[in-house]
């Protein structure tokens, strides 16, 4: 109580962020489980493929047989159940992330259907409906 005091923070109001924080302790508990339950995932995947000290060792940077970068990618396809993944610090958002994707597998001229609708705004120059 008395480090509270020290900065400034008054015993009501010290009471009341403790009042918010047991009705919220349910709900603080639910968050606990689910971190725990992906945290327990991202484990299961690392040990399944085999991580090790020697996936963390600095690289040429040229990504050739990059043990480390392949295997990360490995767990990434693990944790979120996927065919296989691209991780990497170059790809600066999702926009990016699905532009390379299009970049990959379209051509120019190429038809892109969108049976949800109208892409988010970010994608629209990147497909080619907006003028950069």
Same mark, same amino acid.
């Given at each position: 109580?008395?480090?509270?005091?020290?900065?400034?923070?008054?015993?009501?109001?010290?009471?009341?962020?403790?009042q918010i924080e047991n009705k919220l302790s349910e709900?603080?508990?639910?968050?606990?489980?689910?971190?725990?339950?992906?945290?327990?995932?991202?484990?299961?995947?690392?040990?399944?493929?085999?991580? #090790?000290?020697? *996936?963390?060792? @600095?690289?040429?940077?040229? =990504?050739?047989?990059?043990? /480390?970068?392949?295997? +990360?990618?490995? %767990?990434?396809?693990?944790?979120?159940?996927?065919?296989?993944?691209?991780?990497?610090?170059?790809?600066? #958002?999702?926009? *990016?992330?699905? @532009?390379?994707?299009?970049? =990959?597998?379209?051509?120019? /001229?190429?038809?892109? +259907?969108?049976? %949800?609708?109208?892409?988010?705004?970010?994608?629209?120059?990147?497909?080619?409906?907006?003028?950069?």
């Open positions: 109580m008395q480090m509270y005091a020290s900065m400034g923070i008054g015993a009501r109001a010290l009471e009341i962020g403790q709900r603080f508990a639910q968050i606990d489980r689910v971190s725990e339950y992906n945290q327990l995932k991202v484990l299961r995947a690392m040990q399944e493929n085999r991580v #090790s000290a020697e *996936h963390f060792s @600095a690289t040429t940077g040229y =990504g050739y047989d990059d043990a /480390g970068r392949d295997t +990360l990618e490995k %767990v990434y396809a693990s944790v979120f159940c996927g065919e296989s993944a691209l991780v990497g610090a170059q790809l600066a #958002s999702g926009t *990016h992330a699905l @532009a390379v994707a299009l970049f =990959g597998n379209l051509r120019p /001229g190429d038809e892109l +259907l969108s049976p %949800v609708g109208k892409p988010y705004d970010t994608l629209e120059e990147v497909i080619g409906i907006r003028p950069s």
